[in-house]
């Protein structure tokens, strides 16, 4: 089964090894979640489970939610989220809580989140263009993205410009993963899990965190607990 939570990022902080190290760790408040529906390969054609997350006024959701929620008997959830399965999973049950401690025996997870928005941006902040030279002949365009015809389709010609083309847009919004972050620490009285580095989103925003899928050599055999 792989081990996965939703959860909150808390902030970042400093942490102190037994050695006397200073580590920079993410706090995530990861679950309490709660199963809320199983899925198997006989009715559904695959194996999955499906967790909700953080409890929600009833005057806040919607009414098929509350119903979906009451089958699995608990309250209301804000947040749902499906984790797919190798084989249906037969040591769960509906409505039972799942806790930090999943990540118990975990040394490495990935975590999944939404950026943080920054609106409309030109090509230097979006793309780190350099802009155009500041010397004689250059008016007032400095932080032009320069030229964009010559680069509108494959042959250089076209009314469009060619799809992927770095230019002004959107910042940010997206959803990241960040992958292979060290589990440093699991606090299960408070449901709190620290891993090392920075992890996508604001402060408060919502955080999906999983178990590692594609672990690098090292960390493999780390994980593994067999040495190099």
Known sequence: MTHALLGRKIGMTRYFTEEGKNVPVTVIQAGPCFVTQLKTKDAEGYSAIQI?????????????????DAKAGVSPKKFHREIRLEDDAKDTELGQELTVEVFTNTKFVDVIGVSKGKGFQ??????????????????????????????????????KP???????GQMGNVQITSRNLDVIEILPEK?????????????????????S??????????ASGKKK
């Open 52 to 68: 909700g997350f953080e409890d929600v006024e009833a005057g806040r959701t919607t009414m098929p939610l509350i119903g979906h």
């Open 122 to 159: 030109g090509t230097m902040k979006r793309h780190r263009f350099k802009g155009l030279t500041a010397t004689h002949g250059t008016e007032r365009k400095h932080r032009s993205p320069g030229s964009i015809a010559g680069h509108a389709t494959n042959r250089g010609t076209g009314p």
């Open 213 to 222: 899928r594609r672990l690098g050599r090292a960390k493999a055999l780390a």
């Open 191 to 211: 449901n709190i899990l620290l891993v090392k580095g920075a992890v996508p989103g604001p402060n408060g925003g919502l955080l999906y965190v999983r178990t």
């Open 162 to 168: 060619k799809k992927g083309k770095k230019m002004s």
